[in-house]
């Protein structure tokens, strides 16, 4: 028998011998238990079948309704942003030893694959400050939820302190971890911008597992870690520090700064927002905490005639076979996105990398200035910043109707930070990266002081 579609396994004659097999006629007596009157009547009201070329065209017009980079100026970070992607990464990671890679189980034949990794380790290590990297998380909510994990589990303790200016979404996947694991959750509030030390300080004892904050946060501002650090650290407790990667560029090491624990999202190295993720997380910690780690490490090592090899390395067992004992249920990584992160740094090298947080730091503050020319806006806050900062609108606008009149004029403006603060209402967190231009920047204040009016 001829089939009609070659690419389709299942042939009118391949379905008459199953029927056959299982003993009925048709299709529809494999529904005769539900009752006529709960099933579905007539048509579902669905388009007709269309062919590859139709389908083609509207699969595009549906993706043309999407807000990308390609079309759209954007001013939106809280998470995810718009930096620039040396072509070179799309040129590496579509290698199919790369691209179709699923997990190097079998390091004899795994070696290219193993060794991404681990310089992906080796990178993070040292723009972080700190002594071993895993393989890569998710992304960086869930290594901070690790982190969370991680730190309760080293300490025996049941507390977790965290501050309010911690990305609102790893928030959420924290106390979804410290739930399952019968963990308290203290959350710090915020001052100008950043967390209230005081408070901090007061909520800290003996019973407090770990301190965790982001620096710079969710607001864009700069964290006083070092003020910070003998807080937790005083009580024999863990420092858990999210962080955006490009800032390392220029901040000083987290490492330095005494944190245990650092972990963050490395989207900012070459891998493209794509409308949500993936992205990739990255988790280092201190020596001591070496074999606390989730996931798995790569190693480097040399084999029985002397020559350099990588393996899998002081993964723990017990997360694949003995569930009951796992600290964690990160059993995988993201060594594709990893990849990109690493062919990002050897592309960009110590004097790229600092020389596009320096971009990010002056175009930012160049447009928080030009914002604040006009008198209809002001800063939220005055602590130092990286690439983001809040604008306060007045009381009469939102920034759903601030957002909806940029969009139109073909800008995806800020954060809304009322969605998740109900004291920000009226706030409006504007992010900036490298890819930004003056011109786009002037255009953006004009166009704000316009909407307004």
Same mark, same amino acid.
């Given at each position: 028998?001829?089939?009609?579609?070659?690419?389709?396994?299942? +042939?009118?004659?391949?379905? *008459?011998?199953?029927?056959?097999?299982?003993?009925?006629?048709?299709?529809?007596?494999? $529904?005769h238990d539900i009752p006529?009157?709960?099933?579905?009547?007539?048509?579902?009201?669905?388009?007709?079948?269309?062919?590859?070329?139709?389908?083609?065209? %509207?699969?595009?017009?549906?993706?043309?309704?999407?807000?990308?980079?390609?079309?759209?100026?954007?001013?939106?970070?809280?998470?995810?942003?718009?930096? %620039?992607?040396?072509?070179?990464?799309? %040129?590496?990671?579509? =290698?199919?030893?790369?691209?179709?890679?699923?997990?190097?189980?079998?390091?004899?034949?795994?070696?290219?694959?193993?060794?991404?990794? $681990?310089?992906?380790?080796?990178?993070?290590?040292?723009?972080?400050?700190?002594?071993?990297?895993?393989?890569?998380?998710?992304?960086?909510?869930?290594?901070?939820?690790?982190?969370?994990? @991680?730190?309760? *589990?080293? +300490?025996? =303790?049941?507390?977790?302190?965290?501050?309010?200016?911690?990305?609102?979404?790893?928030?959420? /996947?924290?106390?979804?971890? !410290?739930?399952?694991?019968?963990?308290? /959750?203290?959350? /710090?509030?915020?001052?100008?911008?950043?967390?209230?030390?005081?408070?901090?300080? !007061?909520?800290?004892?003996?019973?407090?597992?770990?301190?965790?904050?982001?620096?710079?946060? $969710?607001?864009?501002?700069?964290?006083?870690?070092?003020?910070?650090?003998?807080?937790? %650290?005083?009580?024999?407790?863990?420092?858990?520090?999210?962080?955006?990667?490009?800032?390392?560029? @220029?901040?000083?090491?987290?490492?330095?700064?005494?944190?245990?624990?650092?972990?963050?999202?490395?989207?900012?190295?070459?891998?493209?927002?794509?409308?949500?993720?993936?992205?990739?997380?990255?988790?280092?910690? +201190?020596?001591?905490?070496?074999?606390?780690?989730?996931?798995?490490i790569v190693g480097q090592?040399?084999?029985?005639?002397?020559?350099?090899?990588?393996?899998? +390395?002081?993964?723990?067992?017990?997360?694949?076979?003995?569930?009951?004992?796992?600290?964690?249920? /990160?059993?995988?990584?993201? !060594?594709?996105?990893?990849?990109?992160?690493?062919?990002?740094?050897?592309?960009?090298?110590?004097?790229?990398?600092?020389?596009?947080?320096?971009?990010?730091?002056?175009?930012?503050?160049?447009?928080?200035?030009?914002?604040?020319?006009?008198?209809?806006?002001?800063?939220?806050?005055?602590?130092?910043?990286?690439?983001?900062?809040?604008?306060?609108?007045?009381?009469?606008?939102?920034?759903?109707?601030?957002?909806e009149k940029l969009i139109?004029?073909?800008?995806?403006?800020?954060?809304?930070?009322? @969605?998740?603060?109900?004291?920000?209402?009226?706030? @409006?967190?504007?992010?900036?990266?490298? =890819? =930004?231009?003056?011109?786009?920047?002037?255009?953006?204040?004009?166009?704000?002081?316009?909407?307004?009016?």
């Open positions: 028998m001829k089939q009609k579609h070659r690419y389709i396994p299942m +042939t009118e004659q391949d379905q *008459a011998e199953m029927l056959k097999v299982i003993g009925i006629s048709s299709v529809d007596e494999l $529904f006529e009157s709960v099933r579905y009547q007539g048509t579902l009201p669905m388009s007709e079948a269309l062919d590859e070329a139709k389908l083609l065209k %509207h699969m595009r017009s549906l993706a043309d309704q999407n807000a990308d980079f390609d079309r759209y100026t954007s001013f939106l970070g809280a998470g995810l942003y718009d930096h %620039h992607v040396p072509v070179v990464i799309n %040129h590496v990671i579509s =290698r199919s030893e790369f691209y179709t890679a699923y997990t190097p189980y079998q390091p004899e034949i795994s070696q290219g694959e193993l060794q991404a990794i $681990f310089e992906f380790q080796s990178y993070i290590c040292e723009i972080t400050g700190m002594a071993v990297a895993n393989a890569s998380m998710y992304d960086g909510a869930t290594a901070l939820g690790e982190a969370s994990a @991680l730190a309760a *589990a080293h +300490t025996k =303790r049941k507390q977790i302190v965290i501050s309010k200016a911690v990305h609102p979404e790893a928030r959420e /996947i924290v106390c979804t971890t !410290a739930h399952g694991l019968g963990l308290e /959750i203290v959350e /710090i509030d915020t001052s100008n911008g950043v967390t209230d030390l005081s408070k901090l300080e !007061a909520a800290v004892s003996a019973d407090t597992a770990a301190v965790v904050i982001q620096s710079p946060n $969710f607001f864009g501002c700069i964290e006083d870690v070092r003020s910070i650090e003998p807080i937790i %650290h005083q009580h024999k407790g863990l420092l858990v520090m999210s962080t955006n990667p490009l800032t390392l560029g @220029l901040l000083e090491s987290p490492g330095k700064l005494g944190a245990d624990v650092v972990v963050g999202d490395a989207q900012p190295f070459g891998i493209q927002a794509s409308l949500g993720g993936p992205t990739c997380g990255f988790f280092a910690v +201190t020596e001591a905490l070496m074999r606390k780690i989730p996931g798995r090592t040399v084999d029985v005639d002397g020559k350099r090899g990588f393996v899998l +390395t002081l993964q723990a067992r017990e997360q694949h076979i003995r569930r009951e004992k796992a600290t964690s249920n /990160i059993c995988s990584n993201q !060594a594709l996105l990893a990849l990109c992160a690493s062919v990002y740094l050897s592309t960009m090298g110590k004097a790229g990398l600092q020389e596009v947080a320096n971009l990010n730091i002056q175009k930012a503050h160049y447009a928080a200035e030009r914002i604040k020319q006009s008198n209809k806006f002001e800063l939220a806050f005055s602590s130092p910043f990286f690439n983001e900062f809040v604008v306060k609108l007045p009381a009469h606008v939102s920034v759903q109707e601030v957002n139109a004029r073909g800008i995806i403006g800020g954060y809304d930070l009322g @969605l998740q603060y109900d004291e920000l209402k009226q706030h @409006l967190l504007v992010a900036v990266t490298e =890819r =930004r231009t003056k011109e786009e920047i002037d255009e953006f204040a004009a166009q704000l002081e316009e909407v307004l009016s």
